[in-house]
T-cell receptor
Framework: EAGVVQSPRYKIIEKKQPVAFWCNPISGHNTLYWYRQNLGQGPELLIRYENEEAVDDSQLPKDRFSAERLKGVDSTLKIQPAELGDSAVYLC??????????????FGPGTRLTVL | AQTVTQSQPEMSVQEAETVTLSCTYDTSESDYYLFWYKQPPSRQMILVIRQEAYKQQNATENRFSVNFQKAAKSFSLKISDSQLGDAAMYFCACRTSGSRLTFGEGTQLTVNP
């Protein structure tokens, strides 16, 4: 069974440029997460989708970040315009879904973004 | 909201020996799960082991086991017969029902040949 797929693996852009990341979750997983991981820290949630609905986006900087999950499968996270402080690893994760604490998340390989 | 603390930024172990990584957490909920994830240089977060708060028996997965002390809110990970491939950043995490998965700061494990 394929795991969570993300692309690209690496991205280097100039500040003020736009950038987009793509994620394909594990088949059958209804919940999809985007995390940002700064160097030497644990991941922090940006947004969580239940199917195509964003149910937790309180940590998403909405002035420059946007996300979508059309048809409740693949998802795209966009930054426009990028700032130097956006350099980080962006992780996508998926889970079967539900509010129970046992709902386990499985992660993709991440995209390392460098903003120059 | 829950908090997770890993007080050991770095640990090292000799190949084939045993190492224990510490984690403490805090939550007011009674229903929660605890997780250990491994993140090698490839960056992919890999689930190592998980523990349900209601279960008193410590979880075990091959060479990985936990010491779950509920009253002390402690959840340490023991790696036996350490291998070079175990070298990675290890994150402890906690999730209560309906809430986010909260991660600790991580412990960088080095395995010396």
């Amino acid at each position: 069974e394929a795991g969570v797929v993300q692309s690209p693996r690496y991205k280097i852009i100039e500040k003020k440029q736009p950038v987009a990341f793509w994620c394909n979750p594990i088949s059958g997983h209804n919940t999809l997460y985007w995390y940002r991981q700064n160097l030497g820290q644990g991941p922090e949630l940006l947004i969580r989708y239940e199917n195509e609905e964003a149910v937790d986006d309180s940590q998403l900087p909405k002035d420059r970040f946007s996300a979508e999950r059309l048809k409740g499968v693949d998802s795209t996270l966009k930054i426009q315009p990028a700032e130097l402080g956006d350099s980080a690893v962006y992780l996508c994760a998926s889970s079967l879904g539900g509010r129970q604490s046992s709902d386990t998340q499985y992660f993709g390989p991440g995209t390392r973004l460098t903003v120059l | 909201a829950q908090t997770v603390t890993q007080s050991q930024p770095e640990m090292s172990v000799q190949e084939a020996e045993t190492v224990t990584l510490s984690c403490t957490y805090d939550t007011s909920e009674s229903d929660y799960y605890l997780f250990w994830y491994k993140q090698p240089p490839s960056r992919q977060m890999i689930l190592v082991i998980r523990q349900e708060a209601y279960k008193q028996q410590n979880a075990t997965e091959n060479r990985f086991s936990v010491n779950f002390q509920k009253a002390a809110k402690s959840f340490s990970l023991k790696i036996s017969d350490s291998q070079l491939g175990d070298a990675a950043m290890y994150f402890c995490a906690c999730r209560t029902s309906g809430s986010r998965l909260t991660f600790g700061e991580g412990t960088q494990l080095t395995v010396n040949p």
